[in-house]
């Protein structure tokens, strides 16, 4: 099965919801507060070495403009400075960035601004680099529209239950492609003509889309949470993956405990390690998005993959007087969209990695 003739546009900003129509309608981020997001690093600083690691809170800012704050504050480079992700302005997010260390500079607990704070420094070995996290936690308040949380609550019981038992898709979340998916209407052109930033989201967005396509079409199919022949499997929460040739009782079973998932292309050069139909599938998407998989091929990007599902660990819902808050663990790369999108109607349903 092809799966269903999305655009672009659809397979980017509205791909098909698993488990139906929302459970219920509510409001998002009617302030920054209303959608909390921390970082969790998964290893400890070093304690010595020519960086610090510095833990920071921000509110209503974007990452790279709190870099750039903190190379200026700092007086070395924005390019010196790291992150392991970016977080959404409109939240408040707790993330860790990475400076050099200066001798003349040792107040690293006194840089703020009416935007950010820093909570920690510790020294470090080394810059940190982009996706060094092993997740990240959120909690979000869905507002009501009619002020009762009680009621909210009990409306999204059982999809709760239905998430946290089964998981859901792992699209790619709508501010991959820009807005509107501004980012996918320069795909008509050559992105290698574009300057090396812009050029870089657009690619990324060329990626995802493809990605989002095909499990669109295992969504639709009923295949997004099962491993079929041919299938290339991802243990969860890391990047190893092997090839099923058929699966068996063992791997059938490990599937159902989410310990395992099937996995879509990441598009580039060559061919998918994917084989039989699911390969022919991941062929004909890839077809019909043939301006974003020539754009990744054009850019010597290689095939790899990421895993068509998302387990939401550490999920549950707390009751507010007319809203409630759902807290969850997802691991790094993730969208909180895919969860919320499986929740809620909401219009501004927006989140970060």
Known sequence: MAGP???ALEAALAPPRAFGAPAARGRLRSEPEDFLIEEELGFAPTGDGPHVLLKVRKRNANTQWVASELARLCRCRPSEVGYAGLKDRRAVAVQWFSLPRRPTFTDWLELRSSDFQVLEAHAHGRKLPRGALAANRFAVRIRTEHGDGAELASRLAP???????????????????GRDGGNLQQLRGSAQRLPRQQRAFVLSAARSVIFNALLAARVADGTWERLLAGDVANLDERGSIFPVE???TTLIERCER???HPTGPLWGRGTPATAAGVLELEAVIAAR???AAAACAAAGMAQERRALRLAVRELRCELEPESVRIHFRLTRGAFATAVLGELIDSQS???ST
């Open 349 to 351: 349903a927006e989140s």
């Open 258 to 260: 989410l310990e395992i």
């Open 289 to 291: 998005y043939a301006d």
């Open 159 to 177: 999809r709760l239950a239905a998430i946290e038992r089964r998981g859901v898709p792992n699209y790619f979340g709508p501010q991959r492609f």
């Open 246 to 248: 058929t699966p068996d």
């Open 5 to 7: 003739e999305l655009s």
